[in-house]
């Protein structure tokens, strides 16, 4: 059973977030910033949502210093530069059960705790 959660320890909203989800202990979290993604975890995520661009979080730094708001990125793009810098994936993104809550949107957080203790 897959139980897990990508996040940064240095954001406070992802802090946040997985206390409110009063997670038991068999979750796996881990850190982005100091654990990088590896290809095929960020493919497993993949695997459970729509696209890349699901993923990909718009409001990074980067995103607009780089300029990538002006380009419309493939797919390939989009996993690429998630791949690259941790900055890129939405987060928290949460794995349970084979269902993906990406992102720290209120509805989002309530379906995963929903999910997580039903």
Same mark, same amino acid.
Not at 67 to 74: A, C, N, Q, T, Y
């Given at each position: %059973?897959?139980?897990?959660?990508? =996040?940064?320890?240095?954001?406070? @909203? ?14 796996? #979290? /881990?850190?982005?910033?100091? &654990?990088? %993604?590896?290809? $095929? /975890?960020? !493919?497993? %995520? ?6 890349? *661009? $699901? ?7 980067? =995103?607009? *210093?780089?300029? #990538?708001? !002006?380009?419309? #990125?493939?797919? +390939? +793009? ?5 791949? !690259? ?13 084979? /269902? ?7 509805? @989002?957080?309530?379906?995963?705790? #929903? $999910?997580?203790? &039903?």
């Amino acid at each position: %059973m897959m139980k897990k959660i990508y =996040y940064l320890s240095t954001c406070d @909203t992802c802090k946040r977030i997985i206390n409110e989800l009063n997670l038991s202990s068999d979750f796996i #979290l /881990q850190d982005i910033k100091t &654990e990088t %993604m590896t290809k $095929a /975890q960020i !493919e497993e %995520m993949r695997a459970l949502t729509d696209s890349y *661009e $699901a993923l990909f979080s718009k409001r990074a730094r980067l =995103y607009k *210093e780089l300029g #990538l708001k !002006e380009k419309s #990125l493939s797919e +390939e +793009e989009y996993k690429n530069y998630i791949l !690259e810098h941790y900055t890129f994936l939405k987060r928290p993104v949460i794995l349970y059960n084979n /269902q993906i809550f990406i992102g720290n949107s209120k509805k @989002t957080v309530e379906s995963a705790k #929903l $999910a997580i203790h &039903e």
